[in-house]
């Protein structure tokens, strides 16, 4: 049956991920894939085999029309990401658009997404909070923080270990020093480690280690 499935799958441990993601991934007739490289760990992991395809966010534009062509030949098709659930922050919304105007089906399965634990261990409110992902890195950026600084719900970002101290940085001089955020880092992985503090003393904490590794989640407290 032509149908596309966003499949999330782990974000460290494979555990994590859930019966019918590998029941999906198993009688998908192809997998498109991020990264196929890392996606074959993860698929010979659970031996699964299959057609793999990659798709990501440098050939989405490219490959957008032969997929879905696969899709409308009665296939079924299976997106999957390095890590978490497609579309946040990762490829998969152009095709996600692009299916429900053909009234293609789209199922989207619960599962793992880095965010999430991060907000919930953070401590601060999750009633309602702001998910920004990674911000802009030159144009837009500084128009970007003008924009949350004054934003009252919890608030969510990514970024890379490489980027960190300098988005510490801005968020002491955006929000003061002393309000109150939290990092995750190693998500559900063996490294796991949540930060929290003041601006200033999680930004004095980082600069002190030697090096930095995984992605982070850091959330802020809201005004």
């Not at 494979?14 to 990264?35: M, N, W």
């Not at 293609?104 to 399965?109: F, N, Q, R, T, Y």
């Not at 990674?134 to 004054?150: A, D, N, V």
Request: charge should be neutral.
């Amino acid at each position: 049956m032509a149908q596309l499935f966003l499949v999330p799958t782990p974000i460290g441990n494979l555990e994590d991920i859930t019966l019918r993601a590998l029941r999906i991934l198993r009688e998908a007739d192809v997998i498109l894939a991020e990264d196929t490289r890392t996606s074959a760990v993860l698929l010979k992991h659970f031996e699964i085999a299959g057609t793999i395809l990659p798709f990501h966010a440098h050939n989405e534009h490219q490959k957008l029309e032969a997929t879905l062509e696969i899709i409308e030949n009665n296939k079924s098709v299976a997106l999957i990401t390095d890590a978490g659930t497609p579309g946040i922050s990762d490829p998969g919304f152009l095709l996600v658009r692009a299916c429900i105007a053909r009234k293609i089906p789209v199922s989207c399965l619960p599962g793992a997404t880095a965010f999430v634990p991060a907000l919930v261990v953070s401590g601060f409110p999750c009633n309602e909070f702001s998910f920004y992902g990674f911000l802009p890195q030159k144009k837009g950026r500084q128009s970007k923080w003008q924009e949350i600084s004054s934003e009252s719900k919890t608030m969510i970002f990514y970024e890379s270990p490489f980027r960190l101290l300098k988005l510490l940085e801005e968020i002491k001089i955006i929000f003061g020093p002393h309000r109150e955020i939290s990092v995750s880092r190693e998500i559900s992985k063996l490294h796991e480690e949540i930060v929290r503090g003041t601006s200033e003393e999680l930004l004095n904490f980082f600069k002190k280690k030697p090096s930095i590794k995984g992605e982070l989640v850091i959330v802020i407290k809201g005004n």
